[in-house]
């Protein structure tokens, strides 16, 4: 299972967040936490943006989710 894709990584994250009780359980409540789109959030999520600035968004989602690199 490591040829997991960080969207399906984040996935499983929130769902483990979910079922103990701990933020986020999901891209809004990102959004909400570093007050950005949810759109934006869902995009870099899911690859679509590239560029330093995207993958600094999702070591910080990585981050603030709990996920391990």
Known sequence: MPNLT????????????KSVG???????AIAEKFGLSAMYV?????GKQHGP??????????AYAGMSE
């Open 6 to 17: 960080y969207k399906e990584k984040m996935a499983i994250q929130f769902i483990r967040n």
């Open 22 to 28: 701990l933020q986020p359980t999901s891209q809004r």
């Open 42 to 46: 869902n995009t870099v999520i899911n």
């Open 53 to 62: 600035k995207a993958d600094e968004w999702r070591k910080k989602f990585a």
